[in-house]
């Protein structure tokens, strides 16, 4: 899978500002994930990393064999 691929799975759950994707394997299997969004207020680390995984859904267990996932709330001046 492609990061571009990617990119467009995501910007239906985020702002393309939102994120950004790294291929730490070249090949789009093993990816790392950063994102700062709002939809992370009052959410646990856990309930925060859902939201990722229920955006990629099947793509985890077909394209994507492994996934670094950085997740943040904005500055409370940028809201």
Known sequence: MN????EDILSQTFLKKEFKIKDLSGTGDYIQIDVESDKFIGKTL?????????ALGNHLK????AVVINTKVPPKSSL
């Open 46 to 54: 856990v309930e925060q990393h859902k939201i990722i995984y229920q």
């Open 3 to 6: 990061i571009k691929d990617i």
């Open 62 to 65: 077909k394209d994507i064999h």
